[in-house]
C-alpha cells in the first residue's frame, strides 16, 4: 500500500505540478524531515479543556472505524442512514455497515478514472430526498484528467449502486496540470448542489482562472439539479452562470453549518500561507482573492494596493505550522459535550487536529488537540448524527471521541 501511494497526491501547496508524494488536497511534498519535525512538535501539545455549550472533555480521542482501505480521502452517509460511505481515491465507494466493511462496493469506476497527482475519485453527496428517490452525485477526474460531476442512482439492492445509471451533470475541461482540481461536492442548506473546483494547477494560477469570472476554475459552483436536463442555473446567481464565487485556489473541503448559516471553505495556500474563509451561505459573488491574496497578504510580495471588494480570510497560518490545510466541519453532533458550534480542521504535514469557534465575525477559542500520529490527514468526514471523523493516507478512518 505504501508503494502506491507515492501516486496519492491532492493537497497541493506549491502550485507546480506535484510531486507523486504530494498530498491528496493539493500542497507539493515538502521535506520528508520537516514533516516530521512539524509532526512531532504537534505530538507535544498538551490538550486543552474547553468552554462552552456544556462541560467539554479535558481531551480528544480518535477511535479506529476501518483500516487497509484504499486512498480513503472522503466519509458521508444519507439523511438517518446508518451507514458510512468512505470514498476511495482509485474509484471505488465503499460502505461501512454494523462496524464492516463490505466486500462488494457500491460503487465502481475505477476503469473510467484517472489517478495519479492530485487526480482520482474524490467525493459523493447523497441528494437531500435521496430516501425516495436514490439520487447520489460523484465528483472524479476522468482519463484525460478533466472534471466531471456525476449522477448515480442505487439498484434495488440498496449496499449497490447501478453503475448504468450515469448521468452527466457537468464536465470542466482542466488544464495539463494535474493539480488542484478541487473536489467536494454538497448540497447547500438551499437545496442546490455545490462543487468546490481549485484553479487549474501550475504556479501562481498561471491562467489567471481565479480572478476570471467566466472560468469554472477556482470557484465555488451552484447548480439547480431539481430543475432543468440535466441541471438548471439558479435564478439568484450572480453572474448569470454556474459561479457562486471565485477567487479561490484550491477548496478541497469546505462545510455548511445549518443553524448559523455560514459557509466555511479551508482554501489550500501557495508557499507561505493556509487559511479559512467564513462567510453568509447566502451572499453571492464573493472574490475570495487568489491570486491576488494569498490569505491576508498581498500574493508574492507583489503590490495590491487599490484592490477593492476581496473577501479575506478570519483564520491563516504560515508553512512554519504545517504545508496544506484539510478543512472540516463544523460539529454539531451530540456524543462529545462542549463540541458543538466547533470547526475542527487538520493540515497534511502537521497531523494534527485542531478547532475553534467562529462568533460575532470573529475566530475565538482556538484550540489544538493531542489525539496521537494519526498519519497524514487526508479529509474530514461526518455520518448522519453529526459526528465526526478522520481520513488518513495510512489507509484508516477514525472517529473523533470524548
Request: include cysteine; glycine fraction near 12%.
Amino acid at each position: 500500500m505504501l508503494a502506491v501511494l507515492g501516486t496519492f497526491a491532492l493537497l497541493s501547496c506549491s502550485g507546480t505540478q506535484s510531486d507523486p508524494a504530494s498530498p491528496p488536497n493539493g500542497s507539493s511534498a515538502r521535506d520528508s524531515a520537516a514533516r516530521d519535525s512539524i509532526r512531532r512538535d504537534s505530538l507535544r501539545r498538551d490538550s486543552i479543556a474547553l468552554t462552552g455549550d456544556s462541560v467539554p472533555p479535558a481531551a480528544l480521542h480518535v477511535l479506529t472505524v476501518a483500516s487497509d482501505m484504499s486512498y480513503p480521502v472522503y466519509l458521508t452517509a444519507p439523511a438517518g442512514d446508518t451507514r458510512l460511505f468512505v470514498v476511495e481515491l482509485p474509484g471505488k465507494i465503499r460502505i461501512i455497515k454494523n462496524g464492516q466493511v463490505l466486500s462488494t462496493p457500491f460503487l465502481d469506476i475505477s476503469s473510467g478514472v484517472s489517478m495519479g497527482g492530485e487526480r482520482g475519485l474524490l467525493s459523493v453527496v447523497f441528494h437531500p430526498a435521496y430516501a425516495t428517490n436514490h439520487f447520489f452525485y460523484v465528483y472524479y477526474t476522468d482519463l484525460s484528467g478533466d472534471i466531471q460531476i456525476q449522477r448515480y442512482q442505487t439498484s434495488d439492492n440498496p449496499d449497490v449502486a447501478d453503475p448504468g445509471s450515469a448521468v452527466k451533470i457537468l464536465s470542466i475541461e482542466h488544464s495539463s496540470q494535474n493539480n488542484h482540481n478541487g473536489g467536494l461536492l454538497r448540497f447547500g442548506p438551499d437545496g442546490m448542489l455545490y462543487a468546490g473546483i481549485g484553479d487549474g494547477g501550475g504556479a501562481g494560477d498561471p491562467d489567471g482562472n481565479g480572478q476570471s469570472q467566466s472560468s469554472h476554475l477556482g470557484k465555488l459552483l451552484r447548480l439547480d439539479v431539481d430543475h432543468g436536463s440535466p441541471y438548471a442555473i439558479p435564478s439568484d446567481n450572480p453572474f448569470g452562470t454556474e459561479v457562486w464565487a471565485y477567487g479561490l485556489r484550491n477548496p478541497w473541503r469546505y462545510a455548511f453549518d445549518k443553524p448559523t448559516g455560514l459557509l466555511y471553505i479551508a482554501d489550500v495556500g501557495q508557499n507561505v500561507y493556509e487559511e479559512v474563509d467564513v462567510q453568509p451561505a447566502n451572499q453571492p459573488g464573493l472574490n475570495y482573492g487568489w491570486n491576488v491574496m494569498e490569505g491576508m497578504h498581498c500574493y508574492n510580495g507583489s503590490t495590491c494596493t487599490g484592490v477593492s471588494g476581496l473577501t479575506l480570510p478570519v483564520l491563516e497560518y504560515t508553512h512554519a505550522q504545517g504545508c496544506s490545510i484539510t478543512g472540516g466541519m463544523v460539529y454539531r453532533g451530540s456524543a462529545i459535550h462542549g463540541m458543538k458550534g466547533r470547526y475542527f480542521y487538520s493540515d497534511y504535514c502537521g497531523g494534527r487536529l485542531k478547532s475553534f469557534r467562529y462568533v460575532g465575525g470573529k475566530v475565538t477559542e482556538e484550540r489544538t488537540w493531542n489525539v496521537g500520529n494519526l498519519g497524514m490527514i487526508v479529509s474530514f468526514g461526518e455520518d448522519s448524527a453529526g459526528e465526526l471523523y478522520l481520513l488518513s493516507q495510512n489507509g484508516t478512518v477514525y472517529r473523533i471521541t470524548p
